[in-house]
């Protein structure tokens, strides 16, 4: 998976391609770790994104709780086999999917 | 080592031997080149004074005179005996007096005395002879003309006479004019002799100097060099075979040089070789014990899902059969079913976000909340959020449950059932092929607080059936990284014939599919799944 980052002023836009799994998602958490402090707004570009487990949903979970406390968190361009994953979970209720 | 010759000693005393043989031939050859030429300047230098006395024997005013008649008069023949006498008395060869043509290629001679040993007969007064070397003529006119020495001295070698030198001056009359040439050949006897005995001694000397510094030397790089590097040698292929650190030799070596550095590290370097082996063993030996302890918390783990089929024997309004496989480490699915009461079969089937310990312990947790509330009486969205609240207390770790509970009240087939999240189960209700049993979205356990679980009910009817399973399944991967997908599942279910599976079989049949479409690709996530099917109630019990 490649995560790429982009922060302007309080914005901090994430993209990712490839799998967000088992493997892959500890990455993720530390990327956001290390990054959300300070920062108002966080957007996620799922254009790239082709699979996300349940370690992923894990991650974004946790950020969405760390956003609800500072701010706002948008995902953008999901697939329909992550639409579905995040329909079946419930996730669709808590997340912004734009 | 003694008395064995290490390949070390062959090749420091064979470099030894050859420096030593390349010094004693320079130091031969020097010695060569300076005793000849200290020599010849000896011998040339006493022609010089040779002919210096042979000239102050002559009377230079007379010589023309001697030439021009021929008359050998009773001075001439003094001058002869004289130079005659000491030809003899210095061992020269010839002392000869000569006038030279203007070209000075021939010489008439006027005095010529020689040596009788030499068996030559003396040329006559007036004899003149063709016999000036072309290789001395502009030497001898420099002489003739300036009346200086040679800056060379001449130097011959016959086969006849063996080495000379020549000294040659110009012969003056009272008017200071050059009326003559003198010179005086002196044999170099004593030269040949002289420098071979010379050179010899001086290739003896050497030998022997160079003999004894070898010996000494030998003896030096044996005790200082060879020896302890054999010891060390020997000591790393002893170390390299039996790995066991010993000191003892290689603490003898007490040097301060390169060869004790070296025999400290390799001391040091065995101490620390062995530590490491046993740090390895002990890091190996626990890494054993957790992989042991692992092993036993997935046996626990899947010793925690009822295994033992049929589950119910005295029950025959149902059956029911499920299976977890573990992906390669300890997971986070596990399945569940137990009668509440007699008259009501909880099932359960659940997946824990991520892998490993903490998926493990956190499905143990999740799995005994749901049981205890459920086992209490309470409606299946009533337990969801009572266990959904649970689990949100002291969650920093931020895992979720993905469940799905359904509790079906057997006497009358009514089902109740709410899911959190979970994958929507296959069912196959009054005769009609499977599809997804309408479920109401509802968020995961865990995930947030106060979340509100929808339940649904429909009525279940003998020869209905209920798929249960975890996205292990439908997310099985192809080595293409294809998904198994939700429509292969349904298709299998639908399009294979199943009739008179039991339900154990059709599970191995559905496991069988699944590992087909894998083609040997890794199994990522744990494969459960779990099937109910309803009985008429005439007491027939397929179960295997």
């Known amino acids: 998976m490649t995560i790429t980052k982009n922060v302007d002023h309080n914005t901090l836009r994430i993209t990712l391609e490839g799998r967000l799994d088992t493997n892959t998602a500890p990455q993720l958490e530390a990327e956001l770790k290390s990054s959300t402090g300070g920062i108002s707004e966080l957007i996620f570009d799922f254009s790239g994104l082709d699979y996300i487990s349940s370690a992923g949903l894990r991650v974004l979970l946790a950020a969405q709780k760390t956003m609800n406390k500072q701010g706002k968190m948008t995902i953008l361009h999901v697939n329909e086999t992550i639409m579905e994953v995040f329909e079946i979970t419930g996730f669709v209720d808590i997340l912004t999917i734009a | ?544």
């Open chain 2, 1 to 544: 080592m003694k008395g064995k010759i290490s390949g070390l000693s062959v090749k420091l005393i064979a470099s030894v031997l050859l420096l030593s043989v390349l010094l004693c031939a320079a130091i031969s050859y020097m010695g060569y080149r300076e005793f000849t030429t200290v020599l010849e300047e000896e011998y040339n230098r006493s022609a010089y004074e040779i002919a210096e006395t042979a000239k102050t024997y002559l009377n230079p005013d007379r010589l023309d005179y001697y030439l021009e008649t021929g008359e050998i008069d009773q001075e001439y023949l003094d001058i002869q005996a004289k130079l005659d006498a000491l030809v003899v008395s210095t061992d020269s060869y010839i002392i000869y007096v000569t006038k030279l043509s203007d070209n000075y290629t021939t010489s008439t001679y006027i005095f010529d005395s020689v040596h009788p040993d030499t068996g030559f007969t003396r040329y006559e007064l007036g004899y003149t002879a063709q016999d000036m070397d072309p290789a001395y003529q502009e030497e001898v006119a420099e002489i003739m003309t300036t009346g200086e020495r040679s800056a060379v001295y001449f130097y011959s070698y016959t086969q006849a006479s063996g080495a000379h030198t020549t000294a040659a001056i110009p012969v003056e009359n009272s008017a200071g004019e050059i009326v003559a040439f003198l010179g005086v050949e002196k044999a170099m006897t004593a030269l040949e002799n002289a420098r071979s005995t010379y050179v010899w001694n001086v290739m003896g000397i050497t030998m022997l100097a160079v003999a004894l510094f070898l010996l000494v030397y030998i003896g030096f790089l044996r005790r200082e060099v060879v020896s302890p590097i054999l010891t060390i040698a020997g000591e790393a292929q002893r170390f390299a075979e039996d790995n066991v650190a010993r000191l003892d030799l290689l603490e003898q070596i007490r040097k301060e040089d390169e060869i004790g550095t070296l025999a400290r590290v390799i001391g040091k370097m065995e101490t620390d070789i062995v530590q490491y082996v046993e740090n390895l063993t002990a890091v190996t030996a626990e890494k054993e014990r957790i992989g042991a302890e692992l092993n036993v918390a997935t046996q626990i783990q899947a010793d925690m899902l009822p295994w033992i089929f049929p589950p119910f024997p005295d029950r025959q309004e149902f059956d029911i059969y499920a299976t977890m496989t573990p992906a390669k480490e300890v997971g986070g699915d596990f399945y569940d079913f137990f009668l509440v009461d007699q008259d009501h079969l909880a099932v359960v089937m659940a997946d824990v976000s991520g892998k490993g310990v903490p998926a493990a312990l956190f499905m143990v947790i999740a799995k005994t909340l749901i049981k205890n509330h459920a086992q209490a009486g309470m409606a299946p969205s009533r337990v969801f959020e009572t266990v959904n609240n649970q689990l949100c207390e002291n969650n920093e770790a931020g895992m979720f449950v993905t469940a799905f509970l359904g509790i079906l009240e057997i006497s009358t087939g009514r089902f109740t059932y709410v899911n959190a999240g979970h994958n929507p189960p296959l069912a196959a209700l009054g005769g009609q092929p499977y599809d997804w049993l309408p479920s109401k979205r509802s968020f995961v356990l865990a995930g947030m607080e106060n979340v509100h679980y929808r339940q649904q009910e429909i009525t279940l009817l003998p020869g209905d059936r209920l798929f249960l399973y975890t996205d292990g399944v439908t997310e099985a991967l192809d080595p293409d990284n294809a998904l198994y997908s939700d429509s292969r599942l349904q298709a299998f279910f639908n399009e294979v014939d199943l009739a008179d599976k039991s339900l154990e079989e059709q599970l191995a049949l559905l496991h069988q599919d699944i590992a087909a479409f894998a083609a040997g690709a890794e199994q990522a996530d744990d494969i459960t799944m779990l099937l109910l099917r309803i009985n008429e109630t005439d007491g027939r019990n397929e179960n295997g």
